[in-house]
């Protein structure tokens, strides 16, 4: 598709959002296995080294970071995007630069600041942890989109307004039968 037909297609409704984010987290399952617990369980098990939590919360948002601004600048999509259908453009439906993709990340991972001052305000403890963080970054970060009251069709969420970039819905690829 061209940058100007990219550019006019709708924004993914909220629903296909939470779903193609659900997806994205099992996908981040393996990412995450393979790029950080194998060579940390190795570490441990061969060397008795263990990270501190500051240095591999860095690792694991570097790790993170490296795999969505490479699938971002590479087709727009990741691999749970291209499931659903959803692809990440530029102003004017433009691929997006190293810089955008970077700033979009930065941008979408605002949500965990709210979860850390939660984390800390209510001594939260290890599954009620992750059930918050599940659960703002599956459904309340998602409902940004709703502040957004510009234009119902191209509604964009907080990290997307703050990068200049835009998650559109592509169309079925329809296939012709001869």
């Known amino acids: ?61 570097a790790v993170l970071g490296i795999y969505f601004v490479w699938y971002w600048t590479k087709s727009g999509q990741t691999l749970a995007m291209q499931t659903w259908r959803v692809r990440l453009i530029g102003k004017g439906g433009y691929d997006l630069s190293k810089r955008q993709a970077f700033l979009r990340y930065i941008y979408g991972s605002l949500w965990l600041i709210p979860c850390v001052l939660l984390q800390w305000a209510f001594h939260l403890e290890k599954w009620q942890i992750i059930e918050m963080l599940f659960t703002v970054a599956l459904l309340i970060w998602p409902l940004s989109i709703y502040l ?21 819905e592509l169309p079925k690829n329809r296939v012709k039968i001869s």
């Open 148 to 168: 957004d009251r510009q234009n119902v069709l191209h509604r964009q969420s907080v990290p997307d307004r703050l990068a200049g970039t835009r998650l559109v």
């Open 1 to 61: 598709m061209t940058p100007a037909e990219l550019d006019v297609l709708p924004s993914p409704h909220f629903w296909r959002r939470v779903s193609c984010c659900l997806y994205e987290q099992l996908v981040l399952l393996g990412v995450i296995a393979f790029t950080f617990l194998v060579p940390n369980l190795g570490l441990g098990l061969l060397f008795g080294i263990s990270l501190p939590s500051w240095l591999t919360f860095l690792y694991l948002y």
